[in-house]
């Protein structure tokens, strides 16, 4: 690209239409000129070839991204990150590079979004081969084009009558496996110790030994038996990732049945069959992660997770289940605080989606997790720290119940487990609490979301 016509591709951000342009931070290697690279770069995910041959127009000013901002933070490297080689000159520059994209280009769909930033033109572009985006942000009048969740935080604590502390979830273990009558049981028990919401496991499908249908009917009728035991609101969370095409039906036939809140694998249905299903939902959506690992771990390539945590609530869903606390998830306590801001800060009309950052979770790392969420709006969510307890999964439960008690009356955990058998009993099986200012992952049972 001639440098006389890089001017094209850089603007001032204060001098573009307000509410035009999506913003989007990337982080980038190149070789050459830094400018001439994000220059291509812009063009690549945009315009391509801008002028037709023969012709005057530059379809650059209607359809142009530009560079709002270019930091150069490395120039000294002799070659890319991961291996891939050398630039041709021998000098690798690492830029972040800040662009304002016109969102008239894609319009309000998640696919063709998705087609523009992270696409062809992005990953491909002529001397950039590292490549990570690192946030996104919406104008309001693109936004305004989306529904996002139906529930958000707000919905899902009025339906549950739960205020001023977590949301406690369950994944129902063994997660997969059991004929739906055992599984049923198991959830009725954990309803009974103390959790607003059992669910299944994000790998628990509609399969021949447990199939949707009957799990979501006895689970259902156990839900319902629970709250009127316990004289609390309480909510089974179906997993219906399916074919696309299976949604409606799934959805259906589960919320019939009493399941009244469904588990959807974000990434591997895809968001905008996301979208669809919100559409058509009468209960609350739940995301879970997987498949977003692959795009996001390394930390120079690829996507951030809080792009990801954003397209979820774009896309519709209450709450958004996301790799934890803790060395097992491979995820650095501030991105997990990063996707916690990004499912609550504001996001124009778009209601807040409840975080539930999970990861080897159980009764002891309540403390530790709540300090760092730094909120009461999230939702815990272990699984064996409730399914594998030794007395059993009603006991489970209710030593998270009583952790939260602790924490609520500032008391330590080995002082309240003192009175307490059940919490007593998971120090025991599960190893010693973490605490807020602690740097130890507090051991834990591994596995599932916890």
């Known amino acids: ?36 690279a994000a220059a291509h770069f812009c063009a690549e995910q945009s315009t391509a070839q801008w002028r037709r041959v023969g012709s005057s127009e530059d379809l650059r000013v209607r359809f142009g991204a530009r560079v709002t901002n270019l930091t150069l933070l490395d120039s000294g490297r002799a070659e890319y990150s991961y291996g891939i080689g050398g630039a041709p000159d021998g000098r690798v520059r690492a830029c972040q590079v800040t662009i304002a994209h016109p969102h008239g280009n894609f319009g309000p769909r998640i696919p063709n979004l998705l087609s523009a930033i992270c696409g062809e033109g992005t990953f491909f572009s002529p001397d950039v081969p590292v490549v990570k985006l690192l946030d996104v942000h919406f104008p309001d009048p693109y936004l305004a084009r989306f529904e996002g969740p139906r529930y958000g935080v707000e919905g899902l604590r009025d ?22 009558e055992a599984f049923s049981d198991l959830g ?30 006895l689970l259902g009728a156990a839900r319902r038996r629970a709250e009127q035991e316990t004289g609390c609101r309480k909510m089974y969370l179906a997993n219906i990732t399916d074919e696309v ?28 069959g996301v979208r669809m299903l919100r559409r058509h939902a009468r209960v ?68 807040p989606s409840l975080p539930v950052p999970g990861g080897s979770d159980w009764a002891g790392t309540l403390h530790k997790v709540a300090e760092k969420v730094g909120t009461v709006d999230f939702g815990f969510v272990p699984g064996r720290g409730v399914f594998g307890h030794p007395m059993g999964p009603r006991a489970g439960a209710t030593s998270i119940r009583q952790a939260w008690d602790a924490i609520a009356a ?19 099986a599960f190893g010693r609490p973490t605490v807020p200012g602690s740097d130890d992952s507090g051991g834990g049972p591994a596995g599932g979301e916890a």
Not at 162 to 173: C, L, N, S
Not at 189 to 209: C, F, H, N, Y
Not at 290 to 301: D, E, G, I, Q, T
Not at 414 to 428: M, Q, T, W
């Open 159 to 180: 339906i549950l009558q739960v205020f001023d502390r977590p949301i406690f979830f369950g994944v129902i273990k063994p997660n997969i496996g059991l004929p739906p």
């Open 410 to 428: 500032g008391e330590t955990l080995e002082g309240h487990a003192s009175r307490h058998a059940e919490l007593s009993a998971a120090i025991e």
């Open 1 to 36: 690209m001639k440098a006389s016509e890089l001017a094209g591709f850089f603007a001032d951000a204060g001098a573009l239409e307000p509410g035009a342009f999506i913003t989007l931070d990337y982080y980038i290697e190149c070789s050459g000129d830094p400018r001439v």
């Open 284 to 351: 609350p959506l739940i995301a879970h992660f997987p498949f977003v690992a692959p795009f996001s771990r390394l930390s120079k390539f690829g996507v951030h997770t809080r792009v990801f945590t954003k397209l979820q609530r774009l896309a519709g869903f209450d709450a958004i289940i996301m790799p934890g606390f803790g060395e097992r998830m491979h995820t650095t306590d501030d991105e997990v605080r990063e996707n916690v801001a990004a499912c609550l800060e504001p996001m124009g009309h778009i209601r």
């Open 188 to 217: 009725y028990q954990g309803w009974l110790g103390g959790l607003d919401i059992a669910k299944d496991d994000e790998m628990l499908a509609d399969t021949d030994w447990c199939p949707l249908e009957r799990r979501s009917a």
């Open 245 to 272: 095409e299976r949604l409606v039906e799934l959805h259906d036939m589960a919320v019939a049945n009493g399941a009244n809140a469904l588990l959807v694998n974000a990434m591997p249905v895809g968001l905008s």
